[in-house]
């Protein structure tokens, strides 16, 4: 096992109602700015519930974060943020709200005449304070609500990339399972396998003998397999959306990576695809991982083999036959939650993949995995097989 | 799912050599009181390199918190604490240390007037301060690094009692798996044991779906099942015990039990035999969980079958014959690590039960279990089953 320093503070508030211990989680005396999306939390009264809970305090809000949160749009809100003196952020939705909430948090107490752009360039290392903040989640998926990372996109450049800082680590989440009963089919399809990939993206590596970090992905995975379709089915089953919702956090919360390897170039190169054709975040993950895992199957081998093995109780045959099995039962898997596998299921035919290539050049992404031995040339064979 | 809230903030350092991350974790201008116990962390040069850390700051030191730590004892330290002014608790041994130190630091800064062993007497619900404190840890055992538990026994009185505080949780703990290395195999086998009966109490009770909660604490008791006994049979092998030591914390830092039921009685019964027997903890786990469960077996019959299967991959035979096996699988682990499950293999022949159950009167523990339905006679039933 590798050493590690884990630090998992965010007060997790998870259950029906949970939004009634609300008020007692900010400074009574805060400025706050609650920050909202495309308006789903107004159609659902969400953001009503959230009102009544803090009747009576300072509150202002910024609604209108979009899906792959914008620099253009969050600089609008650090200008508010800078104007008001707000001392407290509540983020009310899902993992775009909070990783956009978490730039405003951090750009509006950033360095005096810097461009707050300068977070993405630099990964979050430089920050070093930011607002206080906190959230009411309505989407589970992303695990931002109790981790430090974000991922924020700027439009007049095509530029989608993460930061981290421990500043922007949220310092509570109200998670009710209930709040994602009006979620549409495709963005709790989306979070199913968003938290998926999440997993195995710090799972499918190399073994270190961390036992504790793989019982606990293979728990979250087993549980998203059996929940995943459910959730689709019975949209009001509410142990089955808290089952959901509770593995999401789990699966990027800092735990289940602690001390092990990590690879991320899933995500990587699914960014560059987000930033440049519009696909979903998690459709990109779809259509990225089989043929990832495919590509890497030598240096995944033995993590490919035990997830096959402990997650899809795949047992007969080869190795390879294994494998290609285990890739096979997932990508069935991301097609059975409605998420297609391929880019051609989604218009492209690949004369992208140059562009795509420059992209992750530009963004200095050309040692990827876990291994660090994803370079370019292996990325263009990964877009290629996922045509 | 039932409702929860669950903040597990203290800071893991994990792995060999993480001591050198220990002082940037105390504000430099602390007063600082390290505590420790027998003088273990001594011979083996673990307190040398706290010292070391911490060179140059102002540091005082309290010996000799007893296994078991006794009011008695602890209240000396409370003395020097609020006399030194002491602004920092670094306790460094094992859960009789870190348990010690917890109750030190509430102490100190209890109400005015007030005997601190009120603490016990009302389990913690009225500390509203306590000095922050951190750890090294050197025994994994009891998870009281991350936790807001501790246990205080009072000798003069045969008292042995549980408190609850957010004050004291740990700030930070400091894990490095080498200083288990030169564990006695006695605490090395105790504390898989308490371990294991950790998760087991927040895990064997009756199903509420919480498929997360499960399948991780399914993956703490198969770390413990296959890295048990190699510890003891490899007492260096670096992978098996960071396993076991990330395994212990995991098993009781809040995250398995939260939104699940919980027992807790196997640890109050076996609480009273310690108090009067001077058994170590987990001897007295091993001797009460066997018969606890086989008493039990009906309203616990839906998660024993599920361990049972789970767990051990008993599949054959009726309910009963596989809730039987469960049981005797589980007595024969324990006793595979050297801790014997009947009260006559530690010479005691029953004839304290009755005064056993006059100490669970006297502590107010007539309803215990997930069901609070484990009165004094099911007490009786399950000391007499356990002889």
Redesign the interface.
């Known amino acids: 096992?590798?050493?590690?320093?884990?630090?998992?503070?965010t007060?997790?508030?998870?259950?029906?109602?949970?939004i009634a211990?609300l008020r007692q989680q900010l400074p009574q005396d805060a400025r706050v700015l609650i920050t909202w999306g495309g308006g789903s939390v107004k159609k659902t009264g969400v953001l009503d519930q959230v009102y009544r809970a803090l009747e009576g305090m300072d509150v202002r809000e910024f609604g209108g974060i979009e899906p792959n949160p914008s620099y253009e749009t969050l600089m609008k809100a650090v200008k508010i943020a800078r104007d008001e003196r707000i001392t407290f952020l509540l983020a009310v939705g899902g993992g775009s709200v909070l990783d956009g909430t978490k730039f405003i948090a951090a750009a509006a107490r950033y360095a005096d005449g810097v461009d707050p752009w300068h977070i993405l360039q630099t990964g979050g290392s430089d920050i070093s304070s930011a607002i206080p903040m906190g959230s009411v989640l309505t989407l589970p998926a992303t695990g931002s609500e109790s981790n430090k990372g974000a991922v924020i996109s700027r439009k007049t450049t095509g530029d989608k990339q993460p930061f981290h800082s421990e500043h922007v680590q949220p310092v509570f989440a109200v998670l009710d399972p209930v709040y994602t009963y009006t979620l549409p089919p495709r963005q709790v399809a989306n979070g199913v396998v968003d938290a998926f990939v999440h997993t195995v993206e710090q799972y499918v590596t190399y073994p270190?003998?961390?036992?504790?970090q793989?019982?606990?992905a293979?728990?979250?995975l087993?549980?998203l397999i059996?929940?995943g379709p459910k959730a689709l089915q019975e949209p009001e089953n509410?142990?089955v959306r808290?089952?959901v919702m509770?593995?999401a956090t789990?699966a990027l919360n800092g735990?289940i990576g602690?001390?092990v390897p990590q690879d991320w170039a899933t995500h990587m190169l699914g960014h560059e695809l987000t930033a440049m054709h519009g696909l979903d975040h998690a459709q990109t993950l779809a259509v990225v991982l089989p043929a990832l895992w495919n590509e890497k199957r030598d240096v995944k081998r033995d993590k490919l083999l035990q997830y096959a093995e402990r997650v899809w109780n795949i047992t007969e045959g080869s190795d390879d036959a294994r494998i290609d099995a285990a890739i096979a039962t997932t990508r069935r898997f991301f097609e059975q939650m409605g998420v297609p596998t391929r880019l051609s299921d989604y218009g492209l035919d690949g004369s992208s993949i140059p562009a795509l290539l420059e992209k992750l050049k530009e963004h200095g992404l050309t040692q990827l995995g876990e291994r660090q031995d994803i370079t370019l040339e292996t990325s263009r064979r990964i877009y290629e097989a996922a045509r």
Do not use: S
């Open positions: 096992m590798n050493n590690f320093n884990l630090h998992t503070p007060r997790i508030l998870f259950g029906k109602g949970a211990d270190v003998n961390g036992k504790i793989d019982r606990f293979e728990g979250i087993l549980t059996e929940e509410y142990d808290a089952n509770w593995a789990q735990l602690a001390g």
